[in-house]
């Protein structure tokens, strides 16, 4: 299906974990959208965008298991974030239980929140290589006391590519009374999403990953009882409304002023476009490439995988320990001198080459990626395999 897609083709692209990449129909879709926004901006804005919008919802509310009045559309899941976090009222000592794998930028919206307030970020250590979904949970619990008042979690990690047992860790803290708050990034179009069955206090993840819409189309889910409790990043006309709709939460969260939704409104072509394109098949190819390929790259610089090769851990991307001192230069030397677009990710001291597979890529492309390399093992000293 590379034809399908926008991307260049003289680049081998093994990078949709980081921006995604947006079909050809659906771009045009987002097109069309902003011209006839351009076309008659008040229209549209004023009378147009609100059914709009409600219409986009209804597919994605099935899409991700929960009703179409419990979230609304945000940019990208920091935005999501850094709305949740402002609404918090932790106290001095209320800790935050969360991983060592979760995204930079979660970290630092975390980090910013704990210096306002005084709250503790407490990042507990899941050890490597991953053993079990029950190591995991039982290295997770660690973290837990009597000042755990929130648990935030990656369900599938940005670096390490690791999927992560939610549901039990949501069905735990909802036994011990705790807030949940999930960063859903990489989930929806990648694995299986179900909100109600999570059953999370907060979710977001984007549309415009693996669900492949345009670029700044993201949601945040929220429960029921947390609605009235959550503010507005931005206040703008929903606030007091003059003219309220049956749900204050939305007023709200909906409009923050003049933007572009169009990214939001391509969202039932999205749905369309999977369905059309029996996309539950075409993910289980993509992640049967994924693991054929691992402990081959593992064995080629000469490392171990990080987990068991399964779906139970891994999904459309995989992340393969290295030994480098140049992480950067080697990144650049990957894309410069062989045209391959991958990321070099740092965590907790280790370097990690992440390769996401979708439906653009084949075998030949993790061939080239193999071959590339072999030449930098055997030409430079930016990977160490001793």
């Known amino acids: 299906m590379k034809s399908v897609f926008l991307l260049d083709n003289k680049i081998t692209f093994l990078n949709h974990g980081s921006f995604g990449a947006c079909p050809k129909p659906i771009f045009e879709e987002f097109q069309q959208l902003q011209l006839e926004l351009e076309q008659e901006p008040v229209n549209f804005i004023q009378k147009k965008l609100p059914v709009y919008l409600k219409e986009a919802k209804k597919p994605l509310s099935k899409f991700i298991g929960c009703d179409a009045e419990d979230f609304f559309f945000t940019p990208n899941p920091t935005f999501a974030v850094n709305t949740i976090m402002r609404s918090l009222n932790l106290q001095k000592g209320d800790e935050i239980l969360t991983t060592n794998h979760e995204y930079g930028a979660m970290d630092r919206t975390w980090n910013f929140y704990c210096k306002k307030s005084g709250a503790k970020y407490i990042r507990q250590e899941i050890s490597l290589p991953i053993i079990s979904k029950e190591q995991i949970l039982e290295e997770f619990w660690k973290g837990y006391n009597e000042n755990t008042k929130v648990i935030f979690l990656n369900q599938i990690s940005s670096s390490t590519a690791l999927i992560f047992p939610v549901k039990e860790i949501c069905d735990k803290a909802q036994q011990l009374g705790l807030i949940t708050i999930v960063d859903g990034a990489h989930v929806p179009g990648h694995i299986d999403l179900n909100i109600q069955e999570l059953n999370p206090d907060f979710y977001t993840g984007t549309l415009h990953k693996w669900m492949l819409a345009p670029k700044g189309s993201s949601f945040l889910y929220v429960k029921k009882e947390f609605q009235a409790d959550i503010d507005p990043l931005v206040v703008s006309w929903g606030y007091e409304s003059l003219a309220p709709s049956e749900s204050q939460f939305l007023d709200y969260h ?71 001192e140049k992480p950067m230069e080697l990144k650049e030397l990957l894309y410069s001198k062989y045209k391959i677009q991958i990321p070099i990710m740092p965590l907790n001291g280790s370097i990690y080459m992440r390769y996401s597979i979708n439906v653009y890529n084949s075998q030949e492309d993790l061939e080239v990626l193999y071959l590339a390399i072999t030449d930098i093992i055997d030409t430079t000293d930016f990977i160490k395999v001793n």
């Open 254 to 324: 909906e409009y923050q002023g003049t933007n572009d939704h169009s990214a939001y409104l391509c969202t039932p072509k999205v749905i369309q476009f999977l369905e059309e394109n029996n996309w539950q098949e075409k993910s289980k190819d993509c992640r049967k490439i994924v693991l054929d390929n691992y402990k081959r790259f593992c064995d080629l610089v000469n490392t171990k995988p990080i987990c068991p090769i399964s779906e139970e851990f891994l999904g459309q991307m995989a992340s393969i320990p290295i030994r480098t």
